[in-house]
């Protein structure tokens, strides 16, 4: 299945997708966010928000991080997000959304690892390998790097996407308890950080 799968570097063009694809893998939650940002009054999408965040080419969270899956006649299937982590942890701003501590507690839990910070697969190519052909790229990307294993996180009831990363010999090594953004229903207890080393 996953033959017909074409991994590739993401280019400015893919902007609009890996913003609709992040807000996949957070199931939702991100779009919110954008929602609540300053431009959106003059967007009539939170995905246009995202899409221009992506663009910018001062954070970690840009397009220049993004691998995309391409289908056949060029649909986008899936993306990966992700980058080196430094040897050393950053400590968490103290301006930082309460929602966002957890996440970026797990994320400086990372240091020296290629951290996955999104993986998105759209769903009509789910259970097809887009996923797992990603977590290959990641892993290229990691042995690039040098970096000591790939890491990521994700809740504690997505069992679907622990199932898979659990096949690809990633195990949890630590978690913190979820804080909530306004507004969200989101089932899960906990985001956990599972590494492969």
Known sequence: MTAEITIRPARPSDASDIALLINVATHGGIARGWAAEDEAGESYDPIEIGRLEVLRDDETFNWRNATMADA???????????????????????DTAPF??????????????WFIS????????RGRGVGSRLLEAADGKRRATAAGGLSLIVEDVNADARRLYERHGFSVR?????????????PGRDWLLMVKD
């Open 100 to 113: 966002m501590v957890p996440l970026l507690e797990l994320e400086a839990a990372a240091e020296g690892t």
């Open 174 to 186: 630590t978690s913190r308890p979820m804080a909530r953004f306004p507004g969200s229903t989101a």
């Open 118 to 125: 999104m993986l998105g697969v759209h769903i009509p190519w």
């Open 72 to 94: 056949p006649a060029g649909e986008v299937a899936g993306m990966l997000l992700g980058y080196r982590e430094p040897q050393k942890g950053r400590p968490v701003p103290p």
